[in-house]
């Protein structure tokens, strides 16, 4: 059974995110890292124990990659959204079982695993192939190897409450959830265009929707 890890806002610029963060939901994110040969780095707001939020943009620091980099940054018309404004792009699902779902899938639809690590923290992940992912509605998997990144950041107050993806082939991504062990962790729904909304709650009764569009 898969799980929401964390939800991912795609910006511009790091400092353009986390001031997006901060004006929607009233705190900073904190200094996250680096990645290092994808081309980007993040920024972190903690959600519990179990779930958080970050903040990825492309590294000037580090040369283009020779690959896409991840949540379609280098495609066109995200960047031309994210000129405009920070956003909602993607969200990341945690499994205990990442091998077996990839035999299950085939690189074809759930991707090649990559092992990942910053600091004490190492991870292995899956990204679908972008023909594969619906617009970013089916999500990397990542399985952590030790204790979950969450659990090293400070908590917000803010929690994750529900999580939903709209597309005009709704059964397919259904389907496609359910294969990966998310069919009742994400509520799909009939829309003519892609689209994906968290729902946050703060323990102080404060509610706030981020989208994708």
């Excluded at 009233?26 to 980007?40: D, E, F, I, L, Q």
């Excluded at 896409?68 to 995200?78: M, T």
């Excluded at 389907?175 to 729904?189: F, M, Q």
Aim: proline content about 8%.
């Amino acid at each position: 059974m898969a799980e929401i890890d964390h939800i991912v806002i795609g910006a511009r610029t790091l400092e353009e995110g986390a001031r997006y963060v901060e004006d929607h939901l009233g705190v900073k994110p904190s200094k996250g890292g680096a990645h290092p040969g994808m081309g980007t780095h993040n920024m972190l707001l903690g959600m519990g124990a179990n779930c958080y939020i970050e903040v990825i943009a492309p590294d000037p620091a580090q040369p283009d990659p020779p690959h896409a980099r991840p949540f379609d940054l280098d495609d066109a018309s995200l960047r031309t959204m994210l000129e405009a404004e920070p956003r909602l792009i993607a969200y990341v699902a945690s499994t205990p079982a990442l091998d077996a779902v990839v035999s299950r899938l085939g690189a074809s639809q759930a991707g090649e695993i990559m092992a990942m690590s910053r600091g004490n923290l190492s991870w292995r992940m899956a990204f679908p192939p972008q023909r594969q992912d619906m617009d970013n509605l089916i999500p990397p998997l990542i399985q952590w190897e030790g204790e979950r990144a969450a659990r090293h950041i400070r908590d917000s107050g803010w929690r994750l409450t529900a999580l939903e993806a709209e597309h005009p082939e709704a059964e397919a991504v259904r389907a496609s959830l359910t294969t990966r062990g998310l069919g009742d962790t994400v509520k799909v729904r009939q829309s003519p265009h892609p689209r994906l909304v968290a729902h946050l709650r703060h323990r102080d009764g404060r509610e706030v929707t981020l989208t994708s569009a």
